[in-house]
T-cell receptor, first 114, second 114 residues
Framework: AQSVTQPDIHITVSEGASLELRCNYSYGATPYLFWYVQSPGQGLQLLLKYFSGDTLVQGIKGFEAEFKRSQSSFNLRKPSVHWSDAAEYFCAVGAGGSNYKLTFGKGTLLTVNP | NAGVTQTPKFRVLKTGQSMTLLCAQDMNHEYMYWYRQDPGMGLRLIHYSVGEGTTAKGEVPDGYNVSRLKKQNFLLGLESAAPSQTSVYFC?????????????FGPGTRLTVL
């Protein structure tokens, strides 16, 4: 069975600073990987996804993520954080490409200081 | 185009009471999902549906029932609510069951069982 670990429960950064959120996965085959964002009181929104090909994936809102098979990681990055990026971020792994086999991480809460 | 909507937004129940959560989508999606979100747990799949008239169990189905009588609606029922079912419930939908098709999430229903 697949699993996802987000090592950081809570991260605080200053506005304008760079951001990296960590995600490690466990899955026997090539994983389908996702990052979702959840703003306060809202549902989840897909930021980006990786299936195959280029290991650097561009997403919405200026986010990118890099798939590193050797490290079983799919870290999310943004070069300059805006106050509106304050939210909870979830990494997820899909098994066999099925939408009903998504496993979510426990989330990382991002606080942005002015 | 409302996307995915959920009714109600908040609800408080007493132990043993029953209720139904309604999810509606206007995107003509075949697949629909019910998740629960608990602090520090990420999202866990309760039940899902691959089309009108069909339902299947997810990771944590016990204590819940679902129905998909119409393509656009997916109902989640609690026959006898328990405090352990206190959670935030999210509905999602996707065009197909493959992970290549994004899941669109509703805003959530916050349920408290006393």
């Amino acid at each position: 069975a697949q699993s996802v670990t987000q090592p950081d429960i809570h991260i605080t950064v200053s506005e304008g600073a760079s951001l990296e959120l960590r995600c490690n996965y466990s899955y026997g085959a090539t994983p389908y990987l996702f990052w979702y964002v959840q703003s306060p009181g809202q549902g989840l929104q897909l930021l980006l996804k990786y299936f195959s090909g280029d290991t650097l994936v561009q997403g919405i809102k200026g986010f990118e993520a890099e798939f590193k098979r050797s490290q079983s990681s799919f870290n999310l990055r943004k070069p300059s954080v805006h106050w509106s990026d304050a939210a909870e971020y979830f990494c997820a792994v899909g098994a066999g490409g099925s939408n009903y086999k998504l496993t979510f991480g426990k989330g990382t809460l991002l606080t942005v200081n002015p | 185009n409302a996307g995915v909507t959920q009714t109600p937004k908040f609800r408080v129940l007493k132990t043993g009471q029953s209720m139904t959560l309604l999810c509606a989508q206007d995107m003509n999606h075949e697949y629909m999902y019910w998740y629960r979100q608990d602090p520090g747990m990420g999202l866990r799949l309760i039940h899902y549906s691959v089309g009108e008239g069909t339902t299947a169990k997810g990771e944590v189905p016990d204590g819940y029932n679902v129905s998909r009588l119409k393509k656009q609606n997916f109902l989640l029922g609690l026959e006898s609510a328990a405090p352990s079912q206190t959670s935030v419930y999210f509905c999602a939908s996707s065009y197909s069951g493959t992970s290549r098709d994004e899941q669109f999430f509703g805003p959530g229903t916050r349920l408290t069982v006393l």
